[in-house]
């Protein structure tokens, strides 16, 4: 087995090696190194990146108990000069172990247990065994895990025998029997753990709880630890700075300003639909005395859809009529009558539209379709006029 440095030195970044193996599959190159400090992934955090003499490393893996690099072109040295990017490697690092230092809050304060962990690049969760997490209870676990943050508490790691485990009191039980790594937050937290971590809590830096939503009986927690709290704080800082200069406001006035301000939209919202619910009431009542037979066929220059289906509506009620309307806007049709017509508008559309490069469809007396260009959307429409000619004549 090679020497692994990213557990004796996770802050290494830059390191000479020696090439043990080089194999190619599938037009890629792997390459099998005396020693690495590029950790092959896993216990929920990914895998690193760098370069490998310049060439960049595509991927690592684990196999068979080694560690194997993987790159796009072959490497016809024996020693090689390894750098990982170290940025990533440490956005890792404060991830991973403000990961165990929320869930020993959660443990010590609810008894719950993590049954999933995913590390991203913007955020981390935890699926956490808790059933209900309110806001006074995040409150207080963000404020306990930022204390042990503040207190700069020592992260330790060592590997022990399996039959010492049942002596450590581990936060969670151990599902293996060989290589067992443990990562102990001193005084407050103990578990088997592959991955690599800060050397202190003071180097996670804060941790903030950004949301929890339920899933599969259990609370999902997002979080941030560090470099990427601090990102969010000032992406947050910035809405809240913008918020306050355009409405004139401070921190504390801004979310009543916004929330009365949105109410009044509301308001204003609902009298123009009312308004404009009338107003194509009367646009309605205009059309349906324009009809001198039993199709209406009444092309629209300026209103949107969703005007014209609200004159659809009032000329259903009121007319006894096969209507066509069209939105030269929108580039949409409507087809619909009474339901006194044994037209069956959905199965009209459904047997024709396609030939017109057009979507859509409905039920036997409302349908609607779309189209792209608005050649196809005339031509269906006098299609449909004159097919709809057979059942009025």
Known sequence: MEERLYYTDPYIEEWNASIKEVFQEDGKFYVILDRTAFFPGGGGQP??????????????????KEIVHVLEEKLDKTEVKCKLDFSKRFYYMQQHAGEHLLSAVL?????????????????????????????DMINEVEKM????????????????????ISDLNLRKKCTIQEDIRIVEIEGIDRIACCGTHVRTTGQIGLIKIIKTENYKGMTRIYFKCGQKAFQDYQQKHKIVATLNKNYSSTDKEILDKVTNESLQVKLLSKQVKELKEKLMEFRAKD??????????????????????????????????????????KDK?????????????????????????????????????????????LNKFSEFLSYEINKYTT
């Open 145 to 164: 895990a930022n204390y042990y943050i503040y207190k700069d508490i020592p992260i330790i790691d060592y590997f022990v025998d399996y039959q010492k």
């Open 287 to 328: 059309i349906i005395r324009e009809v001198n037979n039993l199709i209406l066929f009444k092309t629209f220059n300026e209103e949107t859809f969703e005007e014209i289906q609200i004159i659809n509506r009032f000329i259903m009620v009121k007319s006894h009529s096969i209507n066509i309307l069209v939105s030269e």
């Open 47 to 64: 895998e690193d990146r760098g370069v490998i003499d310049g060439l960049e490393v595509k991927g690592v893996f684990e196999r068979e």
């Open 107 to 135: 443990y010590d304060s609810y008894g719950t247990e993590n049954n999933g962990f995913h590390m991203g690049d913007e955020y981390i969760t935890i699926d956490n065994s808790i059933k209900k997490f309110t806001e």
């Open 332 to 376: 949409k049709v409507i087809l619909s009558h009474d339901g006194t017509f044994e037209l069956d508008c959905g199965k009209i559309f459904k047997e024709n539209i396609s030939k017109f490069q057009g979507k859509g469809g409905g039920g036997h007396k409302h349908c609607q379709g779309s189209f792209l260009k608005e050649e196809d």
